[in-house]
T-cell receptor, first 108, second 115 residues
Framework: SQQGEEDPQALSIQEGENATMNCSYK?????LQWYRQNSGRGLVHLIL?????REKHSGRLRVTLDTSKKSSSLLITASRAADTASYFC????????FGTGTRLTVIP | ETGVTQTPRHLVMGMTNKKSLKCEQH?????MYWYKQSAKKPLELMFV???????ENNSVPSRFSPECPNSSHLFLHLHTLQPEDSALYLC??????????????FGEGSRLTVL
């Protein structure tokens, strides 16, 4: 399987706390991408990290990549209620394959 | 607004009906995709078109028939569907060079219910 697998499946935190989601994959990658999906809507690209990068930041998002462990993590700092959504990692050589996602709930 | 527009947003059809989903992108991308999203399952890549030619078909049943008349438009023709085909169908586009995929831009999806 080329798809990434996110962990945990669901995460519930209080507003202001940090949220960490993990992704594991099985094949060699050129890059790994994270996407967000609000309920019943399309996916929105958040960040792309290349295989030769170890960490990348975008606003309140921090992504790490460990190619030796074939894993990545997405950290959302100082979470807000508006961050409530599902988060997916995506990998693949020629096409992108997604997992089942982590459902994040941020409680006001 | 992502630049990818899907219509209709909601569709209810019987198993004997024929309907089509439409996707249009205004981003100048050269690749378009259909994904299927069912509850508690990973997104399933159904079809990939690059420069209007189908480059990937992940063993999708023939009751789903894609059409890509130009680089801006993508259709998914549906006929004699089954209730288990009920799902959110997502269209995406991307720039594609050398066979590799960059960032995907998704539409809002078409929610299909098969009765």
């Amino acid at each position: 399987s080329q798809q990434g697998e996110e962990d945990p499946q669901a995460l519930s935190i209080q507003e202001g706390e940090n949220a960490t989601m993990n992704c594991s994959y099985k094949t060699s990658i050129n890059n790994l991408q994270w996407y967000r999906q609000n309920s019943g809507r399309g996916l929105v690209h958040l960040i792309l990290i290349r295989s030769n990068e170890r960490e990348k930041h975008s606003g309140r998002l921090r992504v790490t990549l460990d190619t030796s462990k074939k894993s990545s993590s997405l950290l959302i700092t100082a979470s807000r209620a508006a961050d409530t959504a599902s988060y997916f990692c995506a990998t693949g050589a020629n096409n992108l394959f997604f997992g089942t996602g982590t459902r994040l709930t941020v409680i006001p | 607004e992502t630049g990818v527009t899907q219509t209709p947003r909601h569709l209810v059809m019987g198993m004997t009906n024929k309907k089509s989903l439409k996707c249009e992108q205004h981003l100048g991308h050269n690749a378009m995709y259909w994904y299927k999203q069912s509850a508690k399952k990973p997104l399933e890549l159904m079809f990939v078109y690059s420069l209007e030619e189908r480059v990937e078909n992940n063993s999708v049943p023939s009751r789903f028939s894609p059409e890509c008349p130009n680089s801006s438009h993508l259709f998914l023709h549906l006929h004699t569907l089954q209730p288990e085909d009920s799902a959110l169908y997502l269209c995406a586009s991307s720039p594609r060079t050398g066979g590799s995929t960059g960032e995907l831009f998704f539409g809002e999806g078409s929610r299909l219910t098969v009765l």
